[in-house]
């Protein structure tokens, strides 16, 4: 499963504010080192603890290239909606349960406060003032965005079960297809951007508002909710739902161009 995307480093113009769909290769797994951008940060560094022989530099220069050789020449880009699909379902899946999280979570601190638990266990001599209850969490409105995800998992799967078929089109309708697939990642983008940071036009992926480099999936609908502020995170449920919508009808046009008849 490939990992949602933040902001560490040249994509994030292309994906978050183009709407170009990018992809980060890389090797993992063992520390981190703890070099980076210090002073041992070097040449000299790299080629002693990091990659000895160029190991892993000679095996990922291979890997991109292959990849890039793959798309290029691709009559038909390799494209799975499917998997599309279920990472976002996935995401949606959280945002309820960070919802819920939030709500019992809160249920417990307003109880604390209200029995004064905070006033028996704070030191006066400090002058600490116990906490506030917090506003109620509210049960907000999904059923558009997940009517817009089961119309997206009906629709990806009635393509990706046809695009076997995209071997056997003519060039004109290959061109026509693979039209719509490269440019499919652009219908997830909104102009008008996200609250309060208008250059990041993602709907799906964003640089946390807070965490810097770090990703935030439905960056609209989540930091709302971490936030609290229930009537953005409402309205963002349903700018989210339009652009699934919006992405839908692509995927749709696909699928009627890798449909028998249109051979």
Do not use: C
């Not at 880009?77 to 959280?94: A, M, Q």
């Not at 906490?131 to 817009?148: M, R």
């Amino acid at each position: 499963k490939l990992g949602a995307l933040g902001a560490g480093s040249d994509w994030s113009g292309f994906l978050q504010f183009l709407g170009i769909a990018s992809l980060n290769l890389g090797f993992g797994g063992e520390g981190p080192g703890g070099e980076y951008h210090s002073v041992y940060d070097s040449y000299d560094h790299f080629i002693k603890f990091k990659d000895p022989g160029f190991q892993y530099g000679i095996a990922l220069s291979k890997t991109a290239g292959r990849t890039v050789m793959r798309l290029a020449n691709a009559d038909v880009l390799p494209i799975d909606i499917n998997s599309f699909y279920k990472t976002v379902n996935e995401y949606v899946t959280e945002l309820k349960t960070l919802l819920e999280n939030t709500r019992l979570e809160t249920e417990q601190e307003n109880k604390m406060i209200a029995d004064k638990l905070y006033d028996l266990t704070k030191d006066s001599k400090k002058g600490f003032q116990s906490p506030k209850p917090k506003d109620v969490v509210p049960y907000l409105n999904f059923s558009d965005l997940e009517n817009a995800m089961v119309e997206l998992k009906n629709s990806a799967e009635e393509f990706q079960k046809l695009y076997g078929n995209s071997t056997k089109l003519s060039v004109e309708k290959q061109k026509e297809l693979n039209e719509i697939l490269f440019k499919v990642e652009r219908s997830l983008i909104n102009e008008k951007g996200l609250p309060r940071r208008s250059w990041y036009k993602h709907e799906v992926y964003a640089p946390g508002f807070y965490t810097g480099y770090g990703v935030k999936t439905l960056p609209g609908i989540r930091e709302a909710i971490e936030e609290r502020n229930w009537k953005e995170a409402q309205e963002n449920i349903q700018i989210v739902s339009k652009t699934m919508e919006v992405y839908t009808t692509q995927v749709k046009l696909a699928t009627e161009i890798v449909k028998p008849k249109a051979f």
